[in-house]
């Protein structure tokens, strides 16, 4: 497909695509849904077992703890590639995984038990450590301490016997470790008893000690102490707040006293006033010595109870070693009963469920792949049909003509088969004159025939190719067989010097007298050397077999006034000639006619062919351009249509202008 812009790609053009390519197209579609029907048949379903542990909390202080980052650390131990490692050994060393007590690892139903029972009976696979490393799985489920182990290949009974073996495995090191670190841990806690042991005793005797030396067996004598000193604290508290308030009615009587002084009252009332204030300041002096008395009793007591405080410190600080100690001492004792029994050993997971034998594969099935793979091939093939269509630069329509060229397409000139001479073609012609072929041989007629006001003029063509083998001597003998039906007066010129063939095609026609020195006169004697082909009506001239160079027949003066007599004669005039990329001649032949015809193979020249032949064609040095049409021959009309090479409604002739 030849576009004007390689970027441009509509809908129509894809269509037409399509249809041009649907070969290629179900081919891909077919091979990949083939494919993938074939993987589906050959691949083995893949099944996978699955076996569940419950990680165990930690209680702290009475306080249920659950540590996320610990169910984590447990599920990459259970994938980490030395337990993997750990269990390609068990499978090769091992003859087969053991029942798991239920009393030890937790409760399992009758069917994973009864799967657990048949897995033990099993050969161990013949499993590799990559191989395991695989199929081997583990994960948390969902927002839980479960932890889901599980192994993937195509035996469901040795997916399960393996997946029962990896748990089985690791909860063994896992009660293996507990023990050795309870044992460890009893090593030291029996190592550090004797230790505490002496210290308590050392303790113990160091107390008894002290209270026979200071007979302080009781602490009652320091008790009665402390409480006469409380309550003389007391006593004190309640003697100044006391005095704080006799002060206060001193004070206010003083202020009557000078108050009433200073008045024009009875002396009387100033008497009386004055007796109670004596009697208040008396009260306030009592009050004084009583404080002062019990400031001077509590400090007789504190300065006893302070030298007999210190006897009493040492005596509770020797208690307090002593009971250390003996906590210490017991609590060793009872760490070491709880290690030496089983309820020291509390491994970090336990088993919940024992994987079973899967019923169904797991892996999804392969035939469903089929449609999606037809889709990726269609999509595939679509891609592969766009850049072969883009690649494919070869000239089959007019469209084609019109963009590669930029010269008009006159015609597309159905192929022939088994029609080689001019009577097959003179029967083909006249016995079938609305055959294809016929047809498009009269459109040609009717485009490169010279019209004017006088009536139809003589025409000159110029029929040449890109290459050898694309049927110009066939074009050229069947408008030539056309054109003598229509009565006019036809001469056919040969003037391909490197491979004639036009008199081959025509049949048999009398040889003309060439000068033994090889040349040709241009007279009108010459014109005895032209013959007519029997029963067509066509005549026959070629100057081929002269042997002497093309440029020296063609250059020379003789041969335009040849022509020139021969329009006057003739009505028109084919002159097939050589390729015009390969015979420099036909560049030279194209300045001497009306109109050139350049022929190319439907399907089989190429754009950059004809391209290359249109430069030559319009490389020679003339004053008016060369006035050039493209006819596609042998075109196969079936294909031509089918694949819509021809855009729809585009006439194959097109209509003759200004006699061009």
């Known amino acids: 497909m030849i576009h004007r812009n390689s970027d441009e790609l509509h809908f129509r053009q894809i269509a037409t695509l399509v ?74 060393e091992g003859p087969g995984p053991t029942p798991i007590p239920t009393d030890a690892r937790g409760g399992t139903d009758v069917n994973s038990a009864q799967a657990t029972a048949d897995g033990a009976s099993l050969p161990p696979p013949d499993l590799g450590y990559e191989a395991l490393n695989r199929g081997l799985n583990a994960y948390k489920e969902r927002q839980s301490r479960l932890i889901a182990v599980t192994f993937t290949m195509t035996n469901p009974e040795t997916a399960a016997f393996i997946a029962n073996r990896a748990v089985e495995l690791f909860l063994e090191l896992e009660e293996k470790y507990q023990r050795e670190r309870r044992a460890y841990a009893l090593r030291l806690i029996e190592d550090r008893i004797p230790k505490a042991q002496a210290e308590f005793d050392q303790s113990e005797r160091a107390l008894r000690a002290h209270k026979i030396e200071f007979g302080q067996s009781d602490t009652t004598g320091l008790d009665m102490t402390d409480r006469q000193i409380a309550d003389l604290n007391r006593q004190l508290m309640i003697a100044r707040s006391d005095l704080e308030l006799r002060e206060a009615r001193v004070e206010q009587r003083r202020m009557d006293v000078h108050l009433a002084s200073g008045s024009t009252d009875v002396d009387d009332t100033v008497a009386t006033d004055r007796a109670e204030l004596e009697g208040l300041i008396l009260d306030r002096d009592l009050v004084e010595a009583r404080l002062r008395d019990i400031e001077r009793r509590l400090e007789i007591f504190r300065r006893g109870s302070f030298e007999a405080t210190e006897s009493w410190t040492r005596l509770r600080e020797l208690e307090r070693e002593a009971a250390a100690a003996g906590q210490n001492y017991e609590s060793l004792l009872r760490r070491s009963a709880d290690l030496s029994g089983n309820s020291g050993l509390r491994p970090s997971a336990r088993l919940i469920t024992t994987a079973s034998i899967p019923n169904e594969p797991s892996s999804p099935n392969p035939m469903l792949f089929v449609v999606p793979a037809m889709v990726a091939s269609l999509i ?100 030539a067989i056309y054109a003598a039906r229509l009565k006019r007066r036809v001469l056919v010129i040969d003037l391909d010097f490197r491979s004639p063939g036009l008199r081959r095609v025509l049949g048999e026609v009398e040889d003309h007298d060439i000068p033994a020195d090889g040349s040709l006169p241009w007279d009108a004697s010459q014109e005895a050397g032209i013959f007519t082909v029997k029963g067509t009506g066509i005549d026959y001239f070629s100057v081929t077999h002269t042997g002497n160079d093309p440029l020296s027949v063609l250059t020379s003066d003789g041969f335009p006034k040849l022509l020139s007599r021969l329009r006057e004669t003739y009505d ?44 030559h064609i319009r490389a020679t040095g003339t004053d008016q351009p060369i006035p050039v049409a493209v006819v596609i021959n042998q075109v196969k009309p079936g294909v031509q249509r089918r694949r819509r090479y021809s855009e729809p409604g585009q006439t194959t002739v097109l209509p003759q202008t200004n006699g061009i």
Request: some cysteine; glycine content about 8%.
């Open 572 to 615: 028109y005039i084919l002159i097939d000639s050589g390729p015009v990329v390969s015979a420099t001649e036909t560049r030279l032949l194209a300045s001497m006619v009306d109109r050139v015809i350049l022929t190319v193979k439907w399907g089989v020249t190429n754009a950059r062919a004809g391209i290359t032949a249109m430069q």
């Open 19 to 92: 249809r041009r390519r649907w070969l290629l197209i179900g081919t891909m579609v077919l091979l990949g849904g083939g494919l993938a029907a074939a993987a589906g048949i050959l691949l083995q379903p893949r099944y996978t077992a699955k076996a569940q542990i419950l990680y165990e909390t930690e209680v702290q202080d009475g306080v249920t703890v659950i540590d996320e980052t610990a169910v984590e650390t447990l599920v990459e131990m259970l994938i980490s590639p030395n337990h993997v490692h750990r269990l390609s050994l068990s499978l090769k």
């Open 380 to 479: 595939v093939g679509g891609m592969m049909a766009a850049l072969v269509e883009r690649l494919d630069q070869r000239l089959r329509g007019e469209r084609d003509i019109e963009v590669a060229l930029g010269v008009p397409c006159i015609g597309l000139v159905p192929k022939v088969t088994r029609i080689r001479r001019a009577p097959a073609l003179r029967r083909l012609l006249h016995d079938h004159p609305f055959d294809a072929y016929t047809e498009a041989i009269r459109g040609l007629f009717v485009t490169t025939t010279w019209r004017s006001t006088q009536g139809i003029q003589p025409t000159t063509l110029l029929v040449t190719s890109c290459a050898n083998g694309e049927g110009k001597t066939t074009l050229v003998v069947s408008l």
